[in-house]
């Protein structure tokens, strides 16, 4: 099958399909199972540990915030070794440690079980399931490298989308355990064989070049390209540390972590004190999910035109509009509208976030980059569901961290208006 690719690419055959749409389709599967380590999957869950097992709220958001927190501190680890090994085996190995951390999770009877197992859900689902496939797929484009990681991002969609729907009817249907171990098998038969077989690092593996034969055609072009919007010169690590826009954005990528994660994890209870069922939580989750499927491929047809610190900045004041809205929803209709608002934050931050760090910092080091960007995110995640656990034993309710979360959005779209792309001077020499 490669090899076909090749042939027609070097051919010069404009017909063919580029072999880097594969990797696309592949890397989108990557997000898709991540799935079982994402919050929009593990909050179906929750209710089972606090009701059935009579763990308090505080404790099992404590576990996940501390486990989450764990893994984190760790992805950098898996960035290096990205870079190291590759994607190919990385990934295969990753899908197959996910399904081993599905398959604990079926064992949990213990606190110390569910800890375990949250943070192998962290560490090989949230975090490197998805950092794999977002350094996979830049180093295949690079003028449509927007298009690209939108295309990707439909995996996340079709994720968020289907797994809470389905996590709720398995749940109710089989029990927690056999749906965890529905996850297992999916993950081995299907996350694996794909990974090893079909996957390859980079263009240059196979002897073709990024974009294939929708890149640039003559050394001309390449160096006008290069000079305008300079998204191929590569930085090393602590050069991009070095820089401002680094440090900005990275808080930028912190905060939809935090925010996100501590609202999804306490959805159905956030939505419960408002008088609505769990059902009606999934179909929130749902619509935020199905909203970011046409809004993702707007989102990447943008960002290959506009600069994406500009993107960034404005997304963010969506976001703040959406939890505002969550706070003071009362009725279905608004609540519906807050997961139209949310899905289009989240479509508009994924493809932005995909797009950003190789267009700042180049291909050459991204796993090393993006694992630590990772553990920023990963670290936002773990900052979320804890406070809104707490506020809710201390209060009864979420309006108090709610309110304490608005500030967030706003630092964040001044932080991205100020952070345009740094200039790498010693590149320039």
Not at 156 to 168: D, H, R
């Amino acid at each position: 099958m490669i090899d076909y690719f090749k042939r027609q690419n070097d051919d010069g055959n404009n017909s063919s399909i580029y072999y880097g749409w594969v990797i696309v389709a592949i890397a989108a599967l990557g997000v898709f199972f991540s799935g079982p380590g994402q919050t929009y999957s593990v909050s179906i869950f929750i209710n089972y540990y606090v009701e059935n097992l009579g763990w308090s709220r505080t404790l099992v958001s404590s576990y996940y915030s501390f486990a989450t927190l764990t893994a984190g501190l760790m992805i950098p680890i898996i960035g290096r070794k990205i870079d190291k090994l590759g994607h190919r085996k990385m990934m295969s190995l990753v899908a197959f440690l996910l399904a081993l951390a599905c398959l604990w999770m079926s064992f949990v009877t213990q606190p110390i079980m569910l800890f375990v197992g949250f943070l192998c859900l962290r560490l090989f689902g949230q975090g490197s399931m998805t950092l794999i496939p977002s350094t996979l797929v830049p180093q295949w484009f690079i003028n449509k490298r927007g298009k690209a990681l939108s295309l990707m991002a439909l995996g996340g969609v079709a994720g968020s989308t289907l797994l809470p729907i389905i996590n709720n009817y398995l749940i109710g249907a089989v029990g927690v355990n056999f749906t965890w171990r529905v996850w297992t098998v999916l993950l081995m038969t299907v996350m694996m064989p794909v990974a090893y077989g079909l996957v390859r690092n980079k263009p240059e593996d196979i002897g073709i070049q990024p974009d294939g034969n929708e890149g640039l055609k003559d050394t001309e072009d390449l160096i006008n390209t290069t000079i305008e919007v300079d998204y191929d010169r590569s930085w090393t690590v602590k050069e991009a540390i070095r820089t401002r826009a680094f440090w900005l954005m990275l808080f930028c990528s912190m905060v939809p972590a935090m925010v996100n994660t501590g609202i999804t994890f306490h959805m159905i209870s956030i939505l419960g004190i408002q008088g609505f069922d769990s059902n009606f939580a999934a179909l929130v989750l749902s619509i935020t999910a199905m909203v970011q499927l046409p809004l993702t491929f707007l989102a990447g047809h943008i960002v290959d035109r506009v600069q994406v610190h500009y993107v960034k900045g404005l997304n963010f004041i969506i976001l703040l509009i959406a939890v505002i809205l969550l706070l003071y929803g009362v009725s279905s209709k608004i609540l519906i509208i807050y997961a139209i608002l949310h899905g289009t934050f989240v479509a508009f931050d994924s493809v932005s976030t995909g797009v950003l760090w190789p267009n700042y910092f180049g291909r050459e080091n991204l796993g090393s980059i993006r694992g630590i960007t990772m553990t920023a995110m990963v670290i936002g995640s773990a900052l979320g569901p804890l406070p809104f656990g707490y506020f809710y034993d201390q209060f009864g309710g979420y309006r108090e961290i709610l309110l304490i979360m608005l500030i967030f959005p706003i630092l964040s779209s001044l932080f991205a208006f100020i952070s345009p792309k740094p200039i790498n001077e010693n590149i320039l020499e």
